[in-house]
């Protein structure tokens, strides 16, 4: 079945930096890529998405990488801030329309 | 928009009690989700309905744990009875077709 894993189940990062968070995935057939930003106490936010005939996309202070040949996706975030603070899942999108969470990244922002 | 209105924001019961969560969609939205969420295993999709009929119940943990979506505005999970091992935070979402997924604020159970 689909797994989801993460590299670093915690990212400390100093305030304005760049946060990357890494994001593995074992179905190939996945097609869409979903990351999602869940405060304390909120339920999980979309971020931004990305389609598997594309490598990269761009939003405001975000940027997903996805390389399909290894089955990686990464999440970078351009000067990180305090409310960025909070725990980041990859949802890989599969043939069942299930999305896959796993149990996420925490990134604290450090001051 | 409201969002996804979730009710109640939190629950206790006693193992063996019948626990009913509520869920109220987004308007048009025509897929629903209920996932649960435990420190050990994350988020969890439990089922989701597709104009109101249950497509995937694969992640219902036992029987235990029924849910229902009588109209497109609600949709209800039940779970009788309830045991500790339930507790956790049980959220509900909704999409339109199966893109981007809206959650509601979460549920808290505690079964003590």
Not at chain 1, 101 to 106: D, I, N, Q
Not at chain 2, 46 to 69: H, Q, T
């Amino acid at each position: 079945g689909e797994s989801v894993g993460l590299h670093l189940p915690t990212l400390s990062v100093q305030e304005g930096d760049n946060s990357i968070i890494n994001c593995a995935y074992s179905n190939s057939a996945s097609d869409y890529f979903i990351w999602y930003k869940q405060e304390s106490g909120k339920g999980p936010q979309f971020i931004i998405d990305i389609r598997s005939n594309m490598d990269k996309r761009q939003g405001q202070r975000v940027t997903v990488l996805l390389n399909k040949t290894v089955k990686h996706l990464s999440l970078q975030i351009a000067a990180t801030q305090p409310g960025d603070s909070a725990v980041y899942f990859c949802a890989p999108w599969n043939a069942a329309y299930k999305y896959i969470f796993g149990t996420g990244t925490r990134l604290k922002v450090l001051a | 928009d409201a969002g996804v209105i979730q009710s109640p924001r939190h629950e206790v019961t006693e193992m063996g009690q019948e626990v009913t969560l509520r869920c109220k969609p987004i308007s048009g939205h025509d897929y629903l989700f209920w996932y649960r969420q435990t420190m050990m295993r994350g988020l969890e999709l439990l089922i989701y309905f597709n104009n109101n009929v249950p497509i995937d119940d694969s992640g219902m943990p036992e029987d235990r744990f029924s849910a229902k979506m009588p109209n497109a505005s609600f949709s209800t999970l039940k779970i009788q009875p309830s045991e500790p091992r339930d507790s956790a935070v049980y959220f509900c979402a909704s999409s339109l077709f199966h893109h981007e997924q809206y959650f509601g604020p979460g549920t808290r159970l505690t079964v003590t």
